[in-house]
């Protein structure tokens, strides 16, 4: 009898040691950065692209990089996935740039140039920082919100409390804590989270139109994910499949590419439902003469 007990407070006591140790280490696992020295320079070919270096209040610093164009449409706030630093992902920018819309990128606290502490807390506060320098001389209706995999989730949080032009999530998380329950599924996911990244939640809030890209082959954040996302607010949302891409590979596909350029350069068109065959009756009985 003694012995079970033993056993059961063990088991508890282990539970408790793991649950801890999750809570404290997960940015081990969230977050793959990758850091720059100081003296770093960006350079891309066939960009006219100026880095900039933001302070916070509390005294950190934001890096990121201004990619620009002659007489621009709008602007793109890119925020990207979790992995590496904005030298890498500096090259997508020119998926925007070649049709005449400029791009500002920027590295998350930890990660390429970018100094700070990082919380839940810190990294919304930093993201509305720069999108308010963006607005100081950009009106919002030029401005795109474009989120890629875990950036989805913060640019649905900018897009639920700000108004921009539209927001597009590439390959959007449902919620990182679904996510990790898939992983540790016996673990107190819910409590243990410091970064759980709702996007389901701020979605909810959103009113400029939404557009969901998203392959048919990600293993990492299944399809079904941007699915369940699109019908949050299906009168403000698309839903774009690309056929056969996977998670990191979307800029490979040329329908990837085409998606984006129906995305970028359309206007959204009022339609007079009551003139389309919504709620027609359609019947195949005949009526007497």
Not at 206 to 225: A, E, M, R, Y
């Amino acid at each position: 009898m003694f012995s079970w007990v033993y056993i059961l407070l063990a088991v508890v006591v282990i539970y408790i040691i793991i649950s801890v140790a999750l809570y404290y280490l997960q940015e081990y696992f969230i977050f793959k950065p990758e850091k720059l020295d100081k003296d770093f320079e960006f350079y891309y070919n066939n960009q006219t692209v100026e880095e900039y270096n933001l302070k916070t209040r509390d005294g950190a610093i934001i890096n990121g990089l201004h990619f620009k164009v002659e007489k621009p449409k709008g602007v793109v706030l890119y925020l990207k996935g979790n992995s590496k630093s904005i030298k890498g992902w500096g090259k997508f920018a020119v998926d925007f740039t070649r049709h005449g819309y400029e791009v500002v990128m920027l590295d998350y606290r930890g990660f390429g140039k970018s100094t700070g502490r990082r919380s839940f807390k810190a990294l919304k506060r930093d993201l509305q920082f720069v999108y308010n320098k963006i607005k100081e001389k950009v009106n919002e209706k030029y401005i795109i919100l474009y989120g890629r995999s875990m950036g989805s989730g913060f640019a649905a949080k900018l897009a639920s409390i700000n108004n921009p032009k539209m927001l597009i999530l590439d390959a959007p998380y449902y919620s990182l804590t679904k996510v990790a329950a898939k992983f540790i599924p016996f673990m107190p996911v819910s409590l243990i989270m410091r970064y759980p990244i709702p996007t389901y939640k701020w979605l909810k809030y959103v009113n400029c139109p939404i557009h969901i890209i998203h392959g048919t082959h990600d293993k990492l954040i299944p399809f079904k994910s941007s699915v369940k996302l699109s019908k949050i607010r299906p009168k403000l949302t698309r839903l774009y499949t690309v056929i056969g891409g996977g998670h990191k590979n979307l800029n490979n596909f040329e329908s990837y590419h085409r998606m984006l350029g129906e995305i970028i350069n359309s206007r959204m068109k009022r339609i007079n439902f009551s003139e389309t065959s919504i709620g027609v009756n359609h019947s195949s009985k005949q009526v007497n003469a």
